[in-house]
Each structure stands twice: as structure tokens, then as C-alpha cells.
């Protein structure tokens, strides 16, 4: 991600005591072959964080989010303590490297996007686009905020919230009904999908130069489409579906063409790309649709995935999936409870 210079420097001080303070746990499981990230060849080290909960986002910082018994809450690498965020029927959804953190919280009898800044254990209402629900989906580094609420005629619109005016803005629709964003970088591009006039969903890209949603198609013999996530770099990954047997198929859309494709290597049974950083490493997970799933890694320099390694009883396990990536190439998801996959040199 882009960020201040300040920043990289915390980030590179915090990532190396990080990993310090996560140690191999005995029988930690380990890819027998490698990923490249960048020009570096790393292993993947699968850590059960040790808890159970819902997660979903990571920083480059190590800070963990999500939901645990109602409650939005925080858990630090470093620290590897957890910090109740407080809030009624509260849910983390995003974090950024300064620690802001956004999702969804109970204000009176409603549920309205969150934000939490820094240290703070107190929700802030980020309002909704004139109806009742709204939830928050991500925060880029300068505390924008993207997700979805009800407009006031009870429709569900992608909105953008300015932490600036601290508005909310409605970023509409591709001519149909309904839109939803799910991710945001640092130059304001937001995705995630709508319905177009034939009422079919499709992956968009929202560009705060023109202000407008663009459709990014569906791979060829597929009808809908979902963006996941954003790097810098504007490249978007996702998924489709298939007509006829309705298959999931991960895809990368590259800005420099304005092409969507399918990640060479990937699976075409049943796979979803669930997030990408500033390597262009990929990651999500693909299934056998006989409840069997693999999470992985996908590298740009080799142009194929890695199976990440998984710790569970079962060969494959039905819960487990990699939900997102850091900067510093960490993994957080699921192997029948929260863990990270962190990568160490080759041979080392």
C-alpha cells in the first residue's frame, strides 16, 4: 500500500517483532514447496491464533480483526492480546495500518456502519444513505470508509464515507438495484458489485476522478460477477459463475489492459479469489464441491498457486480458507479455527 514514509518505517520496525513474537508452534504445518513474493522464495508456517471467532481483515501491522460472541474485536500479533471493541451486536469487517477499524454496530434498535479509531473502544454512527441498516466493509489509509447501506427507499447502495465531511455518499448503481462495495485502496478506487439493467450482478470499479462505477465484465461463459479487493496498482481480483453449473471461477482484472482473467493455475471447480496486495499476490481458496477446500497463494512472478498447509484433522478441512494478505505477505484465515500463514525464507 501506499503510505506515508513515516509509516513504511513503523511498519517494517512492528512486522519484525511481529514475527519475532510469533513462534513455530510444535507441528506447525509447512507447503513443501515455495511461493515467490516479489524475488523472494519464502514457506509458508501455518499459526493458530488460538481462539475461536469469526475474522476477517489483517493489517501490515499484525492487528487482527473481527467477531467474537457479538463483539467486534481486535487481536495484535505483537501482543497477542484481544481487546473487546465494545458496541451493541458489534462486527469488525476492515482495519488500516493506523489502526482505525470499521464494520457494523447496534445504535438503539438499528445496526449502522462503524468506525473505530485508534485505541478507542467507543463506535462511531457513520449514518446510513437515508434508511435503517448500513454496514462498513473497509478503511484505506486515510480513513475512507466503503460498504453498503438502505436507501431511503429500503434499497441497498455502495457508499463511500469522507472522513473529511464526514458524509456519506451513495455511489449508485450499474443500472439496476443494488450495489455493494467491498474494498478500497489509497487512491480512493473502490470495488465491489452491482446489479445492471438486466439485473444481473457485475464486478465495478468506482474511480474518484470520474466519479462513476465501471462495469468489469465477467469471464467469458459466465453471467455474474464480484470484485473482492484493490491494490494500489488498480488491479482487482474476484470471482464469477458459470452458466449452466453455476461454478465459481477466480479472475484478476489488470488495469493496464482493462482485461479480466482467470488466474492460470487456479482450479476452474469451484474458486474465489478473496483478496490481493501491493505484490500482486493473490489469495483465496478452491473447492472440490464435495465440502473439501484449499487455500492459497498466488504468485505473480511464478504465475501459479501454492496450497497453503493446513493443520486439521482432516486432509481438508470444510473451514478452511484464506480470507486476505498483508504487505508483508502474512495470511490470516481459516483451518477449522483462526490462523496465520506466515512465510519464512526457503531452506531456513
Known amino acids: 500500500m501506499t503510505r506515508p514514509t513515516a509509516l513504511k518505517a513503523a511498519v517494517g520496525a512492528t512486522a519484525a517483532l511481529a514475527l519475532a513474537m510469533i513462534p513455530h508452534a510444535a507441528g506447525a504445518a509447512t507447503a513443501d514447496n515455495t511461493v515467490q513474493a516479489g524475488l523472494t522464495s519464502v514457506r509458508y508456517v501455518e499459526h493458530p491464533l488460538g ?5 476477517t481483515d489483517l493489517s501490515d501491522l499484525g492487528l487482527v480483526v473481527g467477531e467474537r460472541d457479538g463483539h467486534a474485536f481486535s487481536w495484535s500479533a505483537r501482543t497477542k492480546l484481544m481487546t473487546d471493541l465494545g458496541g451493541a451486536r458489534s462486527v469488525a469487517n476492515g482495519v488500516n495500518d493506523l489502526g482505525q477499524i470499521v464494520g457494523s454496530s447496534g445504535f438503539g434498535l438499528v445496526s449502522h456502519a462503524a468506525l473505530w479509531n485508534r485505541g478507542s473502544q467507543q463506535p462511531i454512527d457513520l449514518g446510513t444513505l437515508g434508511g435503517n441498516y448500513s454496514t462498513a466493509w473497509a478503511i484505506n489509509n486515510f480513513g475512507v470508509v466503503v460498504g453498503d447501506s438502505d436507501t431511503a427507499d429500503g434499497i441497498s447502495h455502495a457508499f463511500r464515507w469522507d472522513p473529511r465531511s464526514r458524509r456519506m455518499s451513495d455511489l449508485g448503481t450499474l443500472g439496476g438495484d443494488f450495489s455493494s462495495a467491498s474494498a478500497i485502496n489509497d487512491l480512493g478506487q473502490i470495488v465491489g458489485w452491482a446489479r445492471t439493467s438486466q439485473f444481473l450482478g457485475h464486478a465495478f470499479r468506482w474511480d474518484p476522478w470520474s466519479r462513476r ?13 464480484f470484485a473482492t479487493g484493490i491494490n494500489n496498482r488498480g488491479e482487482v481480483v474476484g470471482y464469477t459463475n458459470n452458466v449452466g453449473d453455476f461454478t465459481d471461477r477466480t479472475f484478476r482484472w ?10 492460470p493455475g487456479v482450479p476452474d471447480v469451484y474458486s474465489h479469489a478473496t483478496g490481493i496486495n501491493e505484490l500482486g499476490q493473490v489469495v483465496g481458496y478452491w473447492d472440490d464441491q464435495l465440502g473439501r477446500a484449499t487455500p492459497f497463494v498466488w504468485s505473480p512472478v511464478r504465475r501459479s498457486p ?7 484433522a482432516e486432509p481438508y478441512s470444510t473451514y478452511s480458507t484464506a480470507l486476505t494478505i498483508n ?18 525464507r526457503a531452506g531456513g
Open 306 to 312: 501454492v496450497a497453503l498447509p493446513l493443520q486439521a
Open 51 to 55: 481462539f475461536d471467532a469469526h475474522v
Open 254 to 263: 489488470d488495469p493496464r489492459t482493462a482485461r479480466m482473467s482467470s488466474l
Open 327 to 344: 504487505n508483508l505477505s502474512w495470511v490470516l484465515g481459516l483451518d477449522g479455527q483462526p490462523v496465520l500463514w506466515i512465510p519464512t
Open 213 to 225: 462505477m465501471h462495469d468489469l465484465g465477467v469471464l467469458p461463459n459466465s453471467v455474474v460477477s
